[in-house]
């Protein structure tokens, strides 16, 4: 990332490095888990919240990224080390732990202090993005460069809000969230307009009203 003049591929490497540290990819099924038995208004004020804190906690570390660096004396690969090993602890615990509902650290916890930890962080800004994002606060070369990364940021970031406001008319059913009811072998297909396959425990999605969307997570 190390750039003095704005190139297409550097737009496009800052874009996908982005997309993948604070995109909603990660933190999709655990919001839903998480906010299942909310009603809609409580979905949108932990969603709001998440996002908020999100967008507060990476605009710092694209500002102050550099200086905190300095400050604490570490260096960018270490940097890299320590987000790479936090990221492999997260995918190993989602893909062998219990659902995010059942775990101990979440069941019985306020939703909006979830919001914070893990919903914010680490999961929608997770260790690729924090380590993305004080890379370019310390290798930005110019003030052209930095805006372009800060408006790549932003673009993400809306990103963002189009897919969890779409994920507050999501219904998450099944073992967080009530009875999975299967799909029927005679259902035509197309009255399915999307099938969620994830790996792990059942769940279904209902977009409002009835077909009920089986997946797996």
Same mark, same amino acid.
């Given at each position: 990332m190390d750039q003095t003049s704005i190139t297409a591929a550097s737009a496009i490497d800052t874009f996908l490095i982005l997309l993948i540290g604070i995109g909603p990819k990660l933190?999709?099924?655990?919001?839903?888990?998480?906010?299942?038995s909310l009603d809609p208004a409580a979905r949108q004020q932990v969603q709001r919240k998440m996002l908020?804190? #999100?967008?507060?906690?990476?605009?710092?570390?694209? &500002?102050?990224?550099?200086?905190? +660096?300095?400050? $604490?004396?570490?260096?960018? %690969?270490?940097?890299?080390?320590?987000?790479?090993?936090?990221?492999?602890v997260l995918a190993v615990g989602m893909a062998l732990g219990p659902p995010a509902s059942t775990s101990p650290h979440i069941a019985g916890k306020d939703p909006m202090q979830l919001a914070h930890y893990p919903l914010a962080v680490p999961y929608l800004l997770n260790p690729v993005g924090i380590v993305s994002l004080v890379t370019i606060s310390a290798e930005a070369k110019s003030l052209s460069v930095f805006a372009m990364e800060l408006g790549i940021? #932003?673009?993400?970031?809306?990103?963002?809000?189009? &897919?969890?406001?779409?994920?507050? +008319?999501?219904? $998450?059913?099944?073992?967080? %969230?009530?009875?999975?009811?299967?799909?029927?072998?005679?259902?035509p297909e197309a009255t399915l307009p999307a099938v969620a396959v994830f790996g792990g425990a059942d769940f279904c999605f209902a977009l409002g009203k009835p077909p009920v969307l089986v997946g797996r997570y």
């Open positions: 933190a999709l099924v655990p919001f839903l888990t998480i906010t299942a908020t804190i #999100a967008a507060t906690v990476a605009l710092i570390l694209m &500002v102050l990224g550099e200086l905190l +660096r300095t400050l $604490l004396h570490f260096s960018i %690969g270490s940097l890299s080390i320590a987000g790479g090993v936090i990221l492999l940021l #932003a673009i993400i970031l809306l990103i963002d809000a189009v &897919v969890f406001h779409w994920a507050n +008319r999501v219904r $998450l059913t099944g073992p967080a %969230g009530g009875t999975c009811h299967p799909r029927q072998p005679e259902t």
